[in-house]
């Protein structure tokens, strides 16, 4: 699960402990500044107003077998 967004959105806060993330199945796989492969793709607010890539960040989490 890829999430990008800046400090406005909601789901960039309050990442669960490794423990939360464990008993859900997942791992924190990167958690920083937009990943490169995402830097091509523009994002907006909910009103449609283009977000800033330079205040952008990007949270991986990734489904334990």
Request: charged share 25%; net charge positive.
């Amino acid at each position: 699960m890829v999430i990008n967004g800046g400090s406005a959105n909601k789901y960039l806060r309050g990442i669960p402990s490794e423990s939360e993330l464990s008993t859900m199945g997942l791992k924190l796989e990167y958690n920083g500044p937009l990943k490169p492969e995402y830097q091509n793709l523009q994002f907006k607010d909910s009103n449609g107003t283009l977000l800033r890539k330079d205040n952008m960040k990007t949270i991986i989490f990734k489904k334990v077998k």
